[in-house]
């Protein structure tokens, strides 16, 4: 009996796993076949803001990814918009640049609840997507955009460096951001 148990437990916990490290449905609907390349959550001061996941296409050549944020805490669209514009220019984006694009930003960023998630997902046409809770809500051409955008987590300069090196795992950085395999 106790063998019997043992193996249910095994089997139960395999699943169990599988099916966490599965990519979300809608991410896998925009990078099809997404590999889960790291993962890790951003603190501050102790509090828990967000986990967040990068996600790439199959190959490492591949110039599609995903980085997928749920969030832990309440925060206003605009008040994401504002971090954003700030985090941009500290990894060296222009003042102006940043400002014009976290207006765009702060246009459509919806307010987040502990739970909730945004993503965004870069495509190979150039073009970030972005998705509250799986569903499209914007989309901003160009790849200094998301080279910008991307960069506030996986650029060098970054301000979390120990969320970046977790995010990268043991693999490199998307071909967009410069790192080749």
Not at 28 to 51: N, R, V
């Amino acid at each position: 009996m106790k063998r019997w148990i043992c193996i249910f437990t095994i089997y139960f916990l395999s699943i169990s796993l599988s099916i966490a490290a599965a990519e979300p449905s809608y991410i896998a609907a925009e990078i099809s076949p997404a590999t889960l390349q790291g993962s890790g959550k951003l603190t501050f001061f102790g509090f828990h803001i967000y986990d967040a996941a990068l996600y790439r296409g199959s190959k490492n050549a591949s110039s599609e990814f995903a980085l997928d944020l749920r969030y832990q805490k309440s925060l206003s669209g605009t008040a994401i918009a504002n971090r954003t514009i700030d985090e941009m220019k500290k990894i060296g984006v222009p003042e102006t640049q940043a400002n014009a694009w976290g207006k765009e930003l702060a246009g459509f960023l919806p307010n987040v609840e502990p739970g909730q998630n945004l993503t965004a997902v870069y495509s190979a046409k150039q073009v970030t997507t972005f998705m509250y809770e799986g569903k499209r809500i914007a989309q901003i051409s160009g790849a200094d955009f998301a080279k910008a955008f991307f960069g506030i987590w996986l650029d060098q300069k970054t301000s979390v460096p120990k969320l970046r090196e977790q995010l990268l795992g043991q693999g490199c950085l998307p071909p967009l951001l410069g790192e080749s395999c």
